[in-house]
């Protein structure tokens, strides 16, 4: 059974930076995609970026520049460096991995940003 264990949210003022960290436990294969989601009060859950086995990586629009996505090379380990924080980036953040046989969830970490 594969687990996903997230850390690193918090709450920051605008401008500032937080990196999360996701850790999933329970294989020893490579998972072909890691992923990070986000979704704020009231509002569905979206895509914020991942990152492919091949080394691709993808940003949802509004955080392109601002974020960043990178894979540990020999851990099925994903962190989001997330800079210049606006609080439009608040919301609870949930990592995705997955591998031929299926998909799993971590059960989020929470983002707050003030102004």
């Known amino acids: 059974q594969v687990q996903l264990v997230e850390s690193g949210g918090g709450e920051v003022q605008t401008g500032g930076s937080l990196r999360l960290s996701c850790v999933a436990v329970?294989?020893?294969?490579?998972?072909?995609?890691m992923a990070w989601y986000r979704q704020a009060p009231g509002k569905e859950r979206e895509f914020v970026a991942n990152s492919l086995e091949d080394g691709t990586t993808n940003y949802e629009h509004s955080v392109k520049g601002r974020f960043t996505i990178s894979r540990d090379g020999a851990e099925n380990t994903v962190l989001l460096q997330m800079n210049s924080l606006e609080p439009e980036d608040s919301a609870v953040y949930y990592c995705?991995?997955?591998?031929?046989?299926?998909?799993?969830w971590g059960q989020g970490t929470e983002v707050t940003v003030s102004s």
């Open positions: 329970g294989s020893a294969l490579r998972a072909n995609l």
């Open positions: 995705k991995s997955t591998w031929y046989w299926g998909t799993y």
